[in-house]
């Protein structure tokens, strides 16, 4: 256990510190050698509050890792909303802050006082990490948490609004500064007798700083000659006052072991135990004193800065194969308490490669940009020989290439390896970059084959299947599948392409599927079940989804589930089964208690998001769903899905403008715009814009992009695509009837009004009865006077020819206000119409 050691209680410092912790925000800001940490440490050590320290390093401007290791953090307070902030990601952009600010702490409990401490914050210097914590600081979800900064400068974020509004607390070098009362408190404590005089003089010379009254005592205590000297021998080279009165009596030993934890950012106890070549050596370190000393919030060891400084400058001293040991047996220790990208780093500074592969496989599939970036830079960084000696890295090069985007280089890459490699002598090592290959290069064609339409797909996984058995490789980890906007990824509205991708895919799903250990499974029925949904195939589509579940629940394929309860979803909303919505709503929910399943907090709010703003309940979308469109941190997957969910979002608030706005700044390579039912859907969905923001004027454009949307659709039968826009669609397909639009068959424009106002009533029964269960009033787009007029009219049993007369409108007038009352309560007919606006209370019983 970790040694006792003497410190001064500083009463006046704590005193300061117990008003501040009041306030939200406490900044402590100071130069080095001013008690900045001790004097805060020592003070919760008596303070009654559940403290969470983050020692602050330069490898935190790194947004991932800065994540992982404040999630670390936040575990030592909270094992439960640790997993869940891990499984979010960083919040670096303003919808993933709102979706963070939404996570529960579960643990958080109003009585209780937390302190969340950040040390050396002058460290950080990247503008998103800096962001998240002032938008953190300055917005706290809890009013019994506070945060403390501690900082040699000025922290780099805006502290004026808290500190106008008396929200923050500074404490400066003056506050911290030893009264000579504590200054000769301390040296009584070492038995040190200074005169009056002497203290005076002591006490002008180092000015109360706290180091500098440290190192002058270790001089009076070896015998100097009066306190003068002993501050001109301070003064005169600190780092030689540290050799000579520290480093030189100590062990050689213990020398070279402290050289060593100088290479390293942090000093767990476990592993400074394992870097200990005896107990004696870790015995005898934990006698230096206040320049090592252990911190029972981090349960570890801190080195005052000044001596890892005087440190540093002695690794030199150190052979590179010791260096080399102390990093491999960091990045062990760091993997072992999932702490990967500090690993990775380790392990790259080790010169041991092999180890950062082992750690990049251990992301997820499609792994976020910024990790592929930060996998990437150690890759570009590696010498030649290190791909040399291992070929699977450029397996991990493709990969790490094709997840930001470059695939043209990532193509020609992996052609050139797989033909140097195919023409070495068979062996174990050349077959796995083979098989890795020609993963690289089926997913490669999964990804492009929707613009170069060439679905061949099982080819490259079959090849990869030949090569395993001998590769010398294991299945046993699933990995899960995840998805694009659309599962049928087909770009042209050619007839049997959707068909074909699903038999490339259906074909490639037992290669995958052996060596991956169940990736794919379920992924030809998803597809299968998209296309028949979109055909109107409700029967066909709800069997292939639930035939999906059934395979991806067996092979641990999350997503797969999640698309496919989100069809589920859209059938029986189709069908007007609200009893059958419940139950999916149910077990999408139940999704969330699946830890492994690291996308599960973003795909719940996108599908349940897609659900409410359907049946305009826009109250209920998750916050950041209803910002307007900004880069997205989400890879290019989800985030088409993110997009979709906003359109219908905007589009249901008849936000038109907005609408047409986000469609045409739709630019993503892999957009909505890139699949074929993207592409269907935007024309439609600027059609309808059109149409009700212009009236007649907008009439010919409108058209002209509803014929757009149908000449895509009409080859594969899909018109599913138009009939979820509702009453929308209903109430343009019914002007395009009656201005004779040519270009689109009446026949077609006759079912899809049919079809979509039928939908329309659906989603009202879905919105109605899911407001009866929540107790919710019933949900009405008001009417305005003569609407009301014509509708009391309607139910005293007059015909539209006696409300003309009596309201003094034509007929036809009579006819267009019908019309939109009807669209108004998503009535089918009069007497539907009566009795809606009798159930909501626009009309007297």
Not at 167 to 186: A, G, I, N, P, Q
Not at 199 to 208: A, H, Q, V
Not at 341 to 354: I, L, T, V
Not at 531 to 540: G, L, T, V
Request: glycine residues 6%; aromatic residues 12%.
């Amino acid at each position: 256990m970790p040694g006792n050691q003497m410190y001064l209680e500083r009463l006046q410092v704590h005193e300061l510190l117990e008003q501040a912790v009041a306030s939200p925000l406490v900044a402590v800001i100071a130069g080095a050698g001013y008690g900045k940490t001790y004097g805060v440490y020592s003070f919760l050590q008596k303070y009654r509050a559940v403290t969470a320290w983050m020692q602050i390093s330069e490898q935190d401007n790194l947004e991932v890792r800065f994540w992982e290791h404040f999630v670390r953090t936040i575990a030592f307070i909270s094992e439960a909303s640790a997993e869940k902030l891990r499984a979010s990601g960083f919040p670096g952009t303003k919808r993933q802050f709102e979706r963070y600010m939404t996570i529960p702490y579960t643990d958080i409990v109003p009585e209780v006082k937390y302190i969340f401490v950040y040390d050396d914050f002058h460290n950080l210097r990247n503008k998103a990490v800096l962001h998240f914590l002032e938008q953190s600081m300055t917005v706290p979800a809890f009013t019994n948490i506070t945060s403390i900064l501690i900082a040699r400068t000025e922290p780099d974020i805006s502290l004026m609004p808290l500190l106008s509004k008396g929200l923050l607390v500074r404490l400066t070098e003056e506050d911290l500064r030893f009264s000579k009362k504590e200054m000769t408190e301390y040296y009584a404590m070492q038995n040190i007798r200074l005169s009056p005089a002497a203290g005076d003089s002591l006490y002008r010379d180092t000015e109360g700083w706290a180091f500098a009254i440290h190192l002058a005592g270790l001089s009076l205590k070896k015998g100097a000659e009066s306190p003068e000297y002993a501050c001109s021998s301070m003064k005169l080279n600190i780092f030689k006052l540290i050799e000579t009165e520290l480093f030189a009596g100590i062990s050689a030993g213990l020398q070279k072991y402290l050289i060593k934890l100088s290479l390293i950012e942090h000093w767990p106890l476990e592993l400074l135990a394992e870097l200990a070549e005896t107990r004696e050596i870790f015995e005898e370190m934990r006698r230096i004193g206040s320049f090592i000393r252990y911190d029972t919030y981090l349960n570890a060891y801190r080195i005052h800065p000044l001596f890892l400084q005087y440190l540093s400058g002695k690794q030199t001293m150190l052979p590179e194969a010791e260096k080399k040991d102390v990093y491999a047996k960091t990045g062990r220790w760091c993997l072992r308490h999932n702490l990967k990208f500090d690993a990775a780093s380790c392990y790259e500074k080790a010169g041991d490669y092999d180890s950062v592969i082992a750690v990049a496989y251990m992301m997820p599939m499609v792994m976020p940009r910024d990790i592929a970036r930060f996998l990437l830079d150690i890759l570009e960084r590696a010498p030649q020989s290190a791909f040399d000696r291992n070929g699977v890295m450029h397996v991990l090069y493709v990969r790490l290439i094709m997840t930001l985007g470059r695939l043209e280089e990532a193509l020609e890459r992996c052609l050139s390896v797989i033909a140097r490699f195919e023409k070495m002598p068979p062996s174990e090592y050349a077959h796995r970059v083979l098989f890795g290959m020609y993963v690289n290069l089926g997913f490669h064609r999964l990804i492009t084959c929707i613009y170069n339409e060439q679905y061949d797909i099982h080819l490259y996984f079959e090849q990869a299947a030949a090569y395993f058995p001998t590769s010398g490789l294991k299945t046993g980890v699933s990995i899960a599948m995840d998805l694009s906007s659309y599962l049928c990824r087909v770009g042209t509205p050619e007839k049997g392409h959707i068909e074909q991708f699903i038999r490339t895919i259906t074909r490639s799903i037992p290669f995958v599927s052996s060596y991956m250990d169940g990736c794919m499974q379920g992924y030809d029925d998803l597809a299968q079940a998209e296309f028949a949904y979109f055909r109107e195939e409700m029967d066909a589509a709800e069997k292939h989804a639930l035939t999906a579940i059934f395979k991806a629940r067996k092979n641990k394929q999350y997503e797969v589930e999640t698309r496919s309860l989100f069809f589920l979803l859209r059938i029986h909303l189709a069908l007007g089964n609200p009893s059958r919505i419940q139950t999916v709503l149910k077990e999408l929910t139940a999704q969330l208690d699946m830890p492994k399943y690291l996308n599960r907090q973003v795909l719940y709010d996108i599908i349940i998001g897609w659900y409410y703003a359907q049946i305009g309940r826009f109250c209920l979308l998750p916050e950041w769903l209803t910002n307007e469109f900004e880069a997205s941190d989400l890879n290019s997957l989800v985030h088409g899905m993110e997009t979709l969910v906003k359109l219908k979002y905007l589009l249901s608030e008849k936000r038109y403008p907005a609408v047409l706005a986000a469609l045409e700044n739709q630019t993503n390579r892999f957009g909505l715009h890139a699949f074929l039912f993207g592409k269907i859907l935007i024309p439609a969905m600027e059609a309808v814009c059109w149409y009700q923001l212009r009236g007649k004027e907008g009439r010919p454009k409108a058209f002209a992009l509803l014929e757009t949307a149908y000449t895509l659709a009409a080859p594969n039968g899909l018109t599913m695509l138009f009939i979820e826009l509702g009453k929308d669609m209903r109430a343009l397909t019914e002007a395009a009837l009656k201005d004779n639009v040519s270009g689109i068959p009446r026949e077609w424009l006759e079912r899809i009004n049919r079809k979509s106002a039928a939908y329309a009533k659906k989603l009202y029964l879905a919105a109605k009865a899911h407001q009866t269960q929540r107790g919710e009033p019933l949900r009405i787009e008001p009417l305005s006077r003569r609407e009301t007029a014509v509708l009391t009219g309607l139910s005293q049993g007059l015909t539209r020819e006696e409300i003309a007369n009596i309201s003094s409108l034509s007929v036809n007038t009579v006819k267009s206000v019908i019309k939109s009352v009807y669209l108004k309560l998503n009535a089918v007919n009069r007497a539907d119409a009566i009795r809606i606006a009798t159930l909501a209370g626009i009309l007297k019983k």
